[in-house]
């Protein structure tokens, strides 16, 4: 009985004052629709402002895997050339690469731009 009643009032609505949109206050009550989305309110049914503050900057994803940086401000990386063709390499090489290694400053200016927090 009660959803008839409910039914009526949405088309009494409907007449008065033209089509119902998903996110018209009225149908906030109990005619609200399930699985219908709800937007924000400051209390009075108007939407909520806008934050001014400025968005955060996004750390490159690719960088953040690759490099880290020394207590110095430096930039570690790790060696290349070591993938594939070991064969070829003398055993002098080979030993030569390993572990880690430091950008030169120009390039260390470029990861600082890709990584703001680090």
Known sequence: MREIGVQREAARWRLQSGPLSVYDPRLFGAARR????????NGTGAARPKETEMPKMKTKSSAKKRFKFTASGKIKHGQVGKRHGMIKRSNEQIRELRGTSTLSA??????????PYA
């Open 106 to 115: 120009s390039e260390t200016q470029r990861i600082k731009r890709w990584m």
């Open 34 to 41: 399930k699985g219908m989305p709800c937007r924000p309110t």
